[in-house]
């Protein structure tokens, strides 16, 4: 059975880290985002500021997609 990918921003972003291919020291020191703010939002034991998140999605090349929400009974 396939594991599904989740639709969760923060899990998309980390699983991009992982197939940059490269160290997050490598991401900190090249995002100037400091290494110890970078662990805690990969092992999901702290959030991200904009700013950062800002750096890391350049970084990555990252983009955000909005998808327009299905149409419901009544509007």
Not at 9 to 14: F, K, V, Y
Not at 23 to 44: C, M, N, P, V
């Amino acid at each position: 059975m396939k594991k599904q990918k989740s639709k969760k921003l923060t899990d998309q972003i980390r699983r991009s880290i992982d197939e940059s291919g490269l160290s997050r020291y490598r991401i900190a020191q090249d995002t100037g985002i400091d290494e110890s703010t970078l662990a805690k939002f990969y092992h999901g034991t702290r959030g991200i500021s904009l700013d950062n998140l800002d750096r890391l999605c350049g970084y990555l090349r990252l983009k955000i997609v909005v998808e327009p929400m299905p149409k419901t009974k009544g509007n």
